[in-house]
């Protein structure tokens, strides 16, 4: 019967009392996914990481070695096993989907609880406020960072700075007054407002100035480009409002 040598590496990585390297064991858990017998050589003083570093001039680790070789750190080792490395600066919808699935989850099974049926009027309304309540959260995590890239676009902002740093909690009030069902003429006013001036800002700075800004609409850290998104965001909370206003009464489920 024919024996194979197991897969060998070495893995040098910092394990300190006061460190432990995130990407050393993301490191360790992708060779070993990838069927590799690890030799984890854990650099446990800060002397051991400079001499460990000095003495094959790297400025980082984690380091990873196979058959001799130095594969180099955590991305130049994800590159080694033919995957792709994320791009922090890339454009992406994933927090916005990621968002908007939780509100339908959220709000689905709320509806389950208070009715025992999914596909109800109610569910809906909530997913539109529960979406506003998240959308907002993000916003109110950096309120500074939102209103800087709030204001590339934004034409009342633009006007009025301190709108940019209103915004945040105005979208979050509309949210939770429509989940309670609570001082529906404030959260009707409030949505409508904010919502016509933000649709009306992002269609002028995407659709018709053609501008390539990133969007706001889920914090100011976001990498998620100006467009749909936000567009559906604005759109939405102006239909809520509408929808609240011209509902038949006791309509629900």
């Given at each position: 019967?024919?024996?194979?040598?197991?897969?060998?590496?070495?893995?040098?990585?910092?394990?300190?009392?006061?460190?432990?390297?995130?990407?050393?064991?993301?490191?360790?858990?992708?060779?070993?996914?990838?069927?590799?017998?690890?030799?984890?050589?854990?650099?446990?003083?800060?002397?051991?990481?400079?001499?460990?570093?000095?003495?094959?001039?790297?400025?980082?680790?984690?380091?990873?070695?196979?058959?001799?070789?130095?594969?180099?750190?955590?991305?130049?080792?994800?590159?080694?096993?033919?995957?792709?490395?994320?791009?922090?600066?890339?454009?992406?919808?994933?927090?916005?989907?990621?968002?908007?699935?939780?509100?339908?989850?959220?709000?689905?099974?709320?509806?389950?609880?208070?009715?025992g049926n999914l596909a109800t009027?109610?569910?809906?309304?909530?997913?539109?406020?529960?979406?506003?309540?998240?959308?907002?959260?993000?916003?109110?995590?950096?309120?500074?960072?939102?209103?800087?890239?709030?204001?590339?676009?934004?034409?009342?902002?633009?006007?009025?700075?301190?709108?940019?740093?209103?915004?945040?909690?105005?979208?979050?009030?509309?949210?939770?007054?429509?989940?309670?069902?609570?001082?529906?003429?404030?959260?009707?006013?409030?949505?409508?407002?904010?919502?016509?001036?933000?649709?009306?800002?992002?269609?002028?700075?995407?659709?018709?100035?053609?501008?390539?800004?990133?969007?706001?609409?889920?914090?100011?850290?976001?990498?998620?480009?100006?467009?749909?998104?936000?567009?559906?965001?604005?759109?939405?909370?102006?239909?809520?409002?509408?929808?609240?206003?011209?509902?038949?009464?006791?309509?629900?489920?």
């Open positions: 019967m024919a024996t194979y040598a197991a897969k060998r590496a070495e893995l040098h990585r910092m394990a300190t009392a006061e460190h432990t390297c995130p990407f050393g064991l993301k490191a360790l858990d992708l060779l070993k996914r990838e069927g590799y017998e690890v030799d984890d050589h854990q650099l446990t003083t800060r002397e051991e990481a400079d001499a460990f570093k000095a003495k094959h001039n790297v400025d980082t680790t984690p380091q990873t070695f196979i058959d001799g070789q130095r594969i180099g750190g955590y991305d130049d080792l994800v590159r080694f096993f033919g995957r792709e490395v994320k791009d922090k600066d890339a454009v992406t919808y994933k927090p916005v989907i990621a968002l908007f699935a939780m509100a339908a989850l959220m709000a689905l099974a709320a509806s389950w609880a208070a009715f009027v109610q569910a809906a309304e909530w997913f539109i406020a529960i979406a506003m309540c998240l959308l907002a959260l993000q916003k109110l995590k950096d309120v500074e960072g939102f209103a800087t890239m709030f204001l590339n676009y934004d034409l009342l902002a633009q006007r009025w700075v301190r709108y940019a740093y209103v915004y945040p909690f105005a979208e979050a009030l509309a949210g939770v007054l429509m989940i309670a069902g609570a001082l529906m003429w404030l959260s009707i006013s409030v949505a409508l407002f904010i919502g016509g001036v933000g649709a009306v800002s992002v269609f002028k700075a995407v659709y018709v100035d053609k501008r390539e800004l990133k969007c706001a609409c889920v914090g100011g850290d976001s990498n998620v480009p100006l467009g749909f998104v936000s567009l559906t965001e604005d759109l939405m909370m102006v239909a809520m409002a509408i929808w609240m206003i011209f509902k038949p009464m006791g309509l629900a489920h």
